[in-house]
């Protein structure tokens, strides 16, 4: 496949979601692909441009004010400067988290072999949570036999 803006190889293929559940594709070789990386976002096509999007738009002004990296600069190398860029990017950063993995909430990895434990620590999980609601609702007959099971399922 040939760049678009070139005759080049092209060696980057670059999707930009748009609204509406559009997507546009750019097929580009490394020269180019810098450039269009490294200039301020505007849409990829000269005639994509909508009312939407205005000059308030901030993901390319707004900086960290521990590491100053700015959010254009996190899209195009792909990594955050500290760990204090989730706070400030969190407005871009979520709906970038959910287009990707399709959740904001990392829930990691199990492993196929044990499957009663992965039963047993998602009981502990809902024991533990009705503890705490029959503690505070000071119904300490139920949390003795909460923490009963929750000690049965500890043991086994």
């Known amino acids: 496949m040939k760049c678009q803006k070139c005759t ?3 060696t980057m293929h670059i999707t930009e979601v748009l ?8 097929h ?5 692909a810098q450039k ?6 505007k849409p990829l096509k000269s005639g994509s441009v909508s009312g939407e999007e205005s000059d308030e738009f901030t993901p390319a002004k707004s900086a960290c004010s521990s590491c100053g990296i700015k959010f254009v600069e996190f899209r195009n190398s ?23 993995h399709g959740e904001i909430r990392h829930a990691g990895k199990t492993p196929r ?16 949570k009705q ?8 119904a300490y007959e139920e949390a003795a036999r909460i923490r009963d099971r929750i000690r049965q399922l500890e043991t086994s």
């Open 8 to 10: 080049k190889a092209a």
């Open 19 to 26: 609204p509406g559940d559009r997507f546009e594709e750019l």
């Open 28 to 32: 580009l070789c490394e020269d180019c």
């Open 36 to 41: 269009v990386l490294f200039e301020v976002p």
């Open 78 to 100: 792909g990594r955050l400067g500290c760990p204090n860029d989730y706070t400030e990017f969190r407005d871009e950063l979520l709906p970038l988290l959910e287009n990707i």
């Open 113 to 128: 072999r044990s499957p009663k434990a992965r039963a047993a620590n998602g009981e502990l999980l809902q024991l533990r």
């Open 131 to 138: 503890l705490q609601v029959a503690v505070t609702r000071e």
